[in-house]
Each structure stands twice: as structure tokens, then as C-alpha cells.
């Protein structure tokens, strides 16, 4: 081979080598239900990257709302940005499979930026006909582009209503923790709801729902793990504390000595804790110790305080404690690396002053609230 057609030879080999590594990062990504353990992908440095900058720039943002509000739209975004990535890349591909095999003409920018124009146009199959190859290998890479783009776009429209559905699902018990569990959701406010009498039943079909969720999430998660990065509709909710939620409720009933639980609690905290440790692995690989006491002693003592009198009243024994803290230990160390990496704000055991959920708030309550009053006054002066 001579020193003139080594060139070309490189040129088209870059082209091809970055076409299948796109295609194979895009299959990956969309088409392949399960978790790829290869740690070198596209898509993944692509997150790596844009969540760092976007990470950065939320936390910047001092007041919470707009923090959250800056955070919710970068998985939509990023999603967006990954596919016209993909496209891109394969454009400059083929741009530079036609340059290769035409390097005889010479390369000069003009004819680049109409190389580039060619191939945006055969992948997007727009067919205007203002420029064509004349060559047969240049006339079967534009079939071959123009079918790739095709494909690519089919399966884009596939993706999107796939994600959304994944997503809609997810926030189905989300929505339910509302006022089962309280705004944000905590497991003293779940447990202290809980029916008094006839409560077995109740329990099992809740916790039967909980584990079935949590394997949906963590089915969901593995699938599209870009999906984690999607926010809840209010600040105060969040799959992972969700998550969470379900698991200290479950510990504390499995910590309980004296009475202890049915099978399908543990069920449902075996579930709840494999999906948490699962779809931590997707985005911290690696433990970092250091993170605050979610249940120091003063909130135990608060948690026992808000549950005395109650069907799951925290008893005050050493053994107890020993328990729910081997229980603790399975499970909150991913949860507070997940929710520091994804800023999540963990939900607490219990809160510290009553809040209203979200339920009970709307933005007509003032207006209305403001009209019965003046209804009323109106009502004693006559």
C-alpha cells in the first residue's frame, strides 16, 4: 500500500469503526432489556459527563424549588441530547466513508461541508436529489445510510412512549404514598396510619402492592437506567424515597421481637432491597463511608413517642435496637450514596414538625377560603 493511500484507508476505517460502535451502543441502550455490565459505552460517558456539568449547576441554586425544578428537566433533555448525539455521529460517519472513497478528488472544505450535507440528507432520507454519488460504492453507502436512518428513527418513536409509559407506572405509588405515608412519606406517619382493627389483610395486600412495585422499578431502572433521572411531580416525592419509605417501614416491623411479622413483610423488604442495591450499582460503583445517622437517638425516641398506643408502638429494649440496626445496615448505605449522587433528598424516619400533604393543598384554597370569609361577614352585618 502506498504512503498516499494510507490516507483514505484511515479515514474510512475511522468511519466504519465509529458507525458500529454507535449502533452498538445504540442497541445497548434501547433494545437490550438487562443490565450491561461493560463499563466503556457511549452512553454512559455521555451521562457521566452532562450529569456532572448539570449536577453542578443545580447545586449552585440555593432555593430548593428551582433547584428541583432545574433538575427536572434534565432527563428529558439528556434524552434528547443522546439521540441527536447518535445521529450525529453517524452523519460524520458516512460523511467520512464518502471521503474515503472519493480522496482522489482531494479534500478541501468546501467539498467536506458537501460530503456532511449529502449524508444528512440520505440519513434523514429527506430525497431532495440536488446531489447524488456517482460511484457504486458511494450510491450503496447512501442505501445503506438511508436504511440505518430509517431504523433509527423507527425505533425512536418506539422508545420515547416506552420510557414515559416505564415512567408513568413508576409514579403510580408515589402518588398512593401521599396519604398513606404523609408529604414527604415516612415510615412513622405510614405506621401510625395504619387501621387499628382488621389491619392483616390491609397490611398484606399494601405490602403485596409494595414488593410488586419495587420489582417493576427495579425491572424499569435496569432496562432504561436513564429513567432514575426522571423527578416526581412534587419536590417532596422521589421514587427513591418512595423506596425508602418502603424499606424502614418493613424494618420496623421486622425488627419487632415479640410479635413477629408474616412472611410477606419480609417479601416485601427482600424485594424493596434488592431493586435499592441493583440500581445503585448502575450509577455508584463504589462505597464511600462517611454518611450522617439517619435514626440517631433523639428520632428513635421521637419514632417511639408518635407510635406509643398504636398497633406497631417501638418497644424499648436493646435488642430492638440491635436488630433494626443490622436491618438499617442492609440497606440505607446505597440509599445515601444513591440519593447523594442523584441529589435526592432521603426521606426522614420522622418528621420534625406536622406537615400537610400534599393532598390537602390547591391553588384555589386561599381564593375560596378568602370568599367564605367574606361570605360570612357579609351574612353577620345583615
Known amino acids: 500500500m502506498t504512503p498516499t493511500a494510507v490516507g483514505p484507508v484511515l479515514i474510512g476505517l475511522t468511519g466504519a ?3 458500529a460502535t454507535i449502533l452498538w451502543d445504540a442497541f445497548e441502550t434501547v433494545l437490550v ?9 457511549l452512553t454512559r460517558y455521555f451521562y ?5 456539568v448539570w449536577r ?6 440555593r432555593k430548593p424549588s428551582r433547584r428541583e425544578a432545574l433538575l427536572g428537566f434534565f432527563g428529558p433533555i439528556s434524552l434528547i441530547l443522546l439521540l441527536i448525539c447518535w445521529a450525529t455521529g453517524l452523519i460524520v460517519a458516512f460523511t467520512l466513508l464518502h471521503l474515503s472513497a472519493t480522496a482522489g478528488d482531494g ?5 467536506l461541508g458537501l460530503l456532511l450535507y449529502m449524508s444528512g440528507e440520505t440519513f434523514f432520507t429527506l430525497g431532495y436529489g440536488d446531489f447524488t454519488p456517482s460511484t457504486g460504492f458511494g450510491r450503496a453507502l447512501s442505501v445503506l445510510e438511508s436504511g440505518l436512518g430509517f431504523a433509527f428513527l423507527g425505533t425512536v418513536v418506539g422508545y420515547l412512549p416506552t420510557i414515559y409509559s416505564a415512567f408513568a407506572q413508576r409514579e403510580v405509588e408515589i402518588s398512593l404514598m401521599d396519604a398513606r405515608a404523609g408529604s414527604p412519606p415516612t415510615a412513622a406517619e405510614f405506621l401510625s396510619r395504619m387501621p387499628a382493627s382488621g389491619a392483616d389483610s390491609f397490611s398484606d395486600a399494601l405490602l403485596s402492592g409494595w414488593e410488586r412495585w419495587s420489582a417493576q422499578l427495579l425491572e424499569a431502572h435496569i432496562s432504561y437506567p436513564q429513567l432514575a433521572y426522571y423527578r416526581s411531580q412534587h419536590s417532596n416525592q422521589s421514587w427513591l424515597g418512595t423506596l425508602v419509605t418502603i424499606l424502614d417501614s418493613t424494618a420496623l416491623m421486622l425488627a419487632r421481637v415479640e410479635s413477629p411479622p408474616n412472611r410477606q413483610t419480609s417479601l416485601t423488604f427482600a424485594m424493596a432491597r434488592h431493586a435499592l442495591v441493583d440500581i445503585s450499582h448502575l450509577f455508584v460503583p463504589r462505597f464511600t463511608p462517611g454518611a450522617p445517622d439517619r435514626l440517631p437517638g433523639e428520632a428513635l425516641q421521637q419514632l417511639r413517642d408518635r407510635l406509643a398506643g398504636t398497633p406497631h408502638e417501638v418497644p424499648a429494649g436493646v435488642e430492638f435496637e440491635h436488630r433494626l440496626s443490622d436491618l438499617r445496615r442492609l440497606y440505607e448505605p446505597y440509599a445515601q450514596a444513591l440519593g447523594f449522587h442523584l441529589l435526592f433528598e432521603l426521606p426522614p424516619w420522622i418528621h420534625a414538625q406536622p406537615g400537610r400533604d400534599n393532598w390537602h393543598g390547591g391553588p384555589w384554597d386561599r381564593a375560596i377560603a378568602a370568599q367564605e370569609k367574606s361570605t360570612h361577614r357579609r351574612d353577620d352585618h345583615f
Open 56 to 61: 453542578a449547576a443545580a447545586q449552585s441554586i
Open 33 to 41: 432489556p438487562r443490565r450491561i455490565g461493560r463499563r466503556i459505552r
Open 48 to 52: 457521566m459527563a452532562s450529569w456532572r
Open 17 to 19: 469503526a465509529l458507525i
Open 107 to 111: 479534500v478541501s472544505p468546501g467539498r
